[in-house]
């Protein structure tokens, strides 16, 4: 029994409610995670924007449990013992060759021609995720996310994979959690997903500094005043502000940002 969760409407392709006015410009239409774990995404997918992208046709997000791909056995098994011992146990490579197959004709007919995935592994050894290679990640019309589990997957999957993405130097229990990271920082990237995000704007600043100070009501709170400028109603002064602030921040808070060259 083949169970593979979708996340969106039943609309076919597109940007959903806006207008195609950049052709040229891609942008994620599609995204497949592929995990033993299909449940632990419910929760982001039924809560967080994530979901809502799926539910309003902006991006097609499906889940896949590899189970489905097992070898035809009753105990549906996609792992083995260690090559040369040690403890846990490997994903077999056939489960992930046989999955990433099927969701190839799978995109083929939902792109309405062939299309090559781009397919990313979550593992610590991969490269570092940043907010710039997230923005580039966005501009793939179809991403694939194979979610490693016990103590990793045999090795010649590796040849099944495009790029190896880690969110952070440690180790967890499985690919699940950082899968749900990269979604999140990729899908809210997307134009039409979040206000404002993938600007310009937002481009040459988060990725550079921290952002600036935030306040709302009340404007004193035991004895703490909102910024005066922020009450001025001078826009361009506001700007300012919040320019000088978010570089001080970063200076105080995260100073390698400044230094440190893009990746
Ligand atoms: C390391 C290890 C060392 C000794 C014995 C067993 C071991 N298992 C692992 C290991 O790295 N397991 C991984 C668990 C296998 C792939 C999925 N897992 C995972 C992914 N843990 N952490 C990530 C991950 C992915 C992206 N960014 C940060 C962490």
Known sequence: MKQSKIYSSNRAPGNGSLPNTSPKIERLKRLDIVTLFPAMFEGPMSESLLGRAGKRGIIDIRTHNLRD?????????????????????????????????????????????????????????????????????????????????Y???DERALSLIDEEVSIGDYVLTGGELPA??????????????????????????????????HFTRPAV????????????????????WRTAQAILATRKKRPELLTRRKR
């Open 69 to 149: 791909w097992s070898a035809s056995d009753r105990h549906r098994t996609i792992d083995d013992r260690p090559y040369g011992g040690g403890p846990g146990m490997v994903i077999q490579v056939e489960p992930i060759y046989r999955a990433l197959r099927t969701l190839k004709v799978q995109g083929a007919k939902f792109f309405g021609k062939k299309k090559k995935p781009h397919v990313i592994y979550l593992s610590p050894q991969g490269r570092v995720l940043t907010q710039a290679h997230a923005a580039s990640l966005s501009k793939r019309p179809w991403i694939i996310l194979v979610c490693g589990h």
């Open 180 to 213: 749900m990271v990269l979604a999140d920082v990729v899908v809210r990237l997307v134009p039409g997903v979040v206000k404002e995000a993938g600007s310009l704007a937002e481009e040459s600043f988060q990725d550079g500094h921290l952002d600036y100070p």
């Open 151 to 153: 103590e990793g997957i």
């Open 221 to 240: 709170w035991k004895g703490k005043r909102v910024p005066a400028v922020l009450l001025s109603g001078d826009h361009a002064a506001i700007r300012k």
